[in-house]
C-alpha cells in the first residue's frame, strides 16, 4: 500500500518560485515512477514532470524550462521547484505514484494535491 502526501502550495507573485514536497509512505520509493500533475477548475488534468523507475526525468512541454522535479531516497519525497511562475500556473498539483511510468495516470496511488496560486 502506498499512500502520498503533497505540501509546499501557497499564493505567490508571478515571477517567483516555489517548491512542492510529495511525502511516499510505503515500499519500493527508489523502483517506482513518481510524477507532478496538475489541474484548475474547468480544465484536463496536465501532467508535469515524471521521475522514471531507472532514474530518469521528463518534462511536459509548458513547465520544461522552469519546474525541476527531484526525488531523496533517505526521506522518501518527491520535490517539484517551480520557478518563474505564472497566473497561468495556478492550479491544484497532485503527485502519482505507479511501478511503471506507461501505468502512472492510471495509478490507484495519488495525493490530495496542494494549491497553488500565482497572482499578476
Known amino acids: 500500500q502506498v499512500q502520498l502526501r503533497e505540501s509546499g502550495g501557497g499564493s505567490v507573485s508571478t515571477g517567483e518560485s516555489l517548491t512542492l514536497s510529495c511525502k511516499y509512505v510505503?515500499?519500493?520509493?527508489?523502483?517506482?515512477?513518481l510524477g507532478w500533475f496538475r489541474q484548475s477548475p474547468g480544465k484536463e488534468r496536465e501532467g508535469l514532470a515524471q521521475?522514471?523507475?531507472?532514474?530518469?526525468?521528463s518534462y511536459g512541454t509548458s513547465v520544461k524550462d522552469r519546474f525541476t522535479i527531484s526525488r531523496n531516497s533517505a526521506t522518501r519525497t518527491l520535490f517539484l521547484e517551480m520557478n518563474n511562475l505564472e497566473p497561468g500556473d495556478t492550479a491544484r498539483y497532485y503527485c502519482?505514484?505507479?511501478?511503471?511510468?506507461?501505468?502512472?495516470?492510471?495509478?490507484?496511488?495519488w495525493g490530495q494535491g496542494t494549491q497553488v496560486t500565482v497572482s499578476s
Open positions: 502519482a505514484a505507479a511501478n511503471s511510468c506507461a501505468s502512472l495516470e492510471r495509478s490507484p496511488y
Open positions: 510505503g515500499d519500493r520509493f527508489s523502483h517506482w515512477c
Open positions: 521521475s522514471t523507475e531507472d532514474g530518469g526525468t
